[in-house]
């Protein structure tokens, strides 16, 4: 289970950190990814974090502006979002990507997800 936290309404500029709480297996052995859904739009991935968190991959959309980590002991992943603009607003879901798949690849093939957080960047 994937349960995400952290979004909210924030002024263009401004930041926010999300977090993805996760139980039911073993999180320190996944690659897990984030990915976002924009009203009326389709599917867009943001960002991969390697099992052991020492590689990240990111959108170009987001780079220089957005940070992945993930906290092992924590079963925890974060996304560190700064410099929001509006077309970030969008409902932000984690999800864990299955062995099969490189991280990095952008693919969105994902073993399942969470509910997702919704973040609204407006002034």
């Known amino acids: 289970q994937l349960v995400e936290s952290g979004g909210g309404l924030v002024q263009p500029g401004g930041s926010l950190r999300l977090s993805c709480a996760a139980s039911?297996?073993?999180?320190?052995?996944?690659?897990m990814s984030w990915f976002r859904q924009a009203p009326g739009k389709g599917v867009e991935w943001v960002s991969d974090?390697?099992?052991?968190?020492?590689?990240?991959y990111y959108a170009d959309s987001v780079k220089g502006r957005f940070t992945i980590s993930r906290d092992n002991a924590k079963n925890t992943l974060y996304l560190q979002m700064k410099s929001l603009k509006p077309e970030d607003t969008a409902k932000y879901y984690c999800?864990?990507?299955?062995?099969?798949?490189?991280?990095?690849?952008?693919?969105?093939?994902?073993?399942?997800w969470g509910q997702g957080t919704q973040v609204t960047v407006s002034s």
């Open positions: 039911g297996f073993t999180f320190s052995t996944y690659t």
């Open positions: 974090i390697n099992s052991g968190g020492g590689s990240a």
């Open positions: 999800a864990r990507v299955p062995t099969t798949v490189a991280a990095g690849t952008g693919a969105l093939e994902y073993d399942f």
